[in-house]
């Protein structure tokens, strides 16, 4: 079966720290990722997208970036955080864009002071 | 106009009620539309998804209305357990799915 993991669950950085934060899937092959934000009482708003190893779709303009290393690995980094950063980040897979369901990880949970 | 809209509320409701959800998106081309559940602090998880003859899952109903872009989810004889927010979500071709933001439900004891 296919399993969804991100790291860490919790997060405090101060304002102008770097972050890096990781996804990993296993039991399925080239799968679509992303990677969502969802700030407190809103929804979730698409960060980044990738259909293959190395390919990046950006969804919304920011301080943030993102890589995928390998097929089941989707990494999320900034240089400097920002205040507004702090929220819920999480990721996910499908397997099409198109796809209906998009699996979820756990998520973490980042606080910028 | 946001692409995907719904009443954020609460919903606060007694146990055995029965509630309704209204979403309505922008986009007529989208193919595809779901119902999310998400707990609090948890991550989203489908629900069902919703099909243009309309389809139930025991006590959820979930209706399309293509001509209006609406879609609704119907639960009935409501549980505490159904206390979280439901996310509408749609896509289009070749385009990740959309969510709203969201409606919270809390089901009164």
């Known amino acids: 079966s296919q399993t969804i993991h991100q790291w860490p669950a919790t997060l405090v950085q101060p304002v102008g720290s770097p972050l890096s934060l990781e996804c990993t899937v296993e039991?399925?092959?080239?799968?679509?990722l992303y990677w969502y934000r969802q700030a407190a009482g809103r929804g979730l708003q698409l960060l980044f997208y990738?259909?293959?190893?190395?390919?990046i779709s950006s969804e919304v303009p920011q301080n943030l970036s993102a890589s995928r290393p390998q097929d089941r690995q989707f990494i999320l980094s900034s240089k400097k955080l920002l205040l507004s950063d702090s929220g819920f980040y999480l990721c996910a897979w499908s397997v099409g864009l198109e796809a209906g369901e998009q699996f979820f990880g756990p998520g973490t949970r980042l606080t910028v002071l | 106009r946001k692409e995907v809209e719904q009443d954020p509320g609460p919903f606060n409701v007694p146990e055995g009620a029965t509630v309704a959800f209204n979403c309505t998106y922008s986009n007529s081309a989208s193919q595809s539309f779901f119902w999310y559940r998400q707990d609090c602090r948890k991550e989203p998880k489908l629900l069902m998804s919703?099909?243009?003859s309309g389809n139930e899952d025991g006590r959820f109903t979930a209706q399309l209305n293509r001509a209006s872009q609406y879609i609704s989810l119907l639960i009935r004889d409501s549980k505490l357990s159904d206390s979280a927010t439901y996310l509408c979500v749609v896509n289009g071709r070749n385009t990740p799915l959309v969510f709203g933001k969201g409606t919270r439900l809390s089901v009164i004891a």
């Open positions: 039991g399925t092959s080239n799968p679509n």
């Open positions: 919703v099909y243009s």
């Open positions: 990738s259909v293959g190893i190395g390919q």
